[in-house]
């Protein structure tokens, strides 16, 4: 079943918002130095996963909650790989 377009916005929205959150967070940590290489590395991770998230959201694919899958989702759509931000 398919949700409503509205939906679907809203919840792609909020993937995007806390992507969004994450890539902040990394970029801050960037400007106080190497000391929070690991972090700045793990919430680099979370970003691109979640903005993965949205992209898998925008074209109604199901992802599993482990991080493994949402790549391989990813990788068995044909189509452009921003056409979900508009």
Known sequence: MRPPEDIKRKLIAEWLRKADSDTDLAEHLM???AAFANSIAFHSQQA???YLKAFL???QVA???THERTVGSCRDL???PCCFIT
Do not use: I, N
């Open 63 to 65: 992802f599993p909650k």
């Open 78 to 80: 044909q189509c452009e």
């Open 31 to 33: 400007a106080e130095g």
């Open 57 to 59: 959201t925008s074209h």
């Open 48 to 50: 691109a996963e979640k």
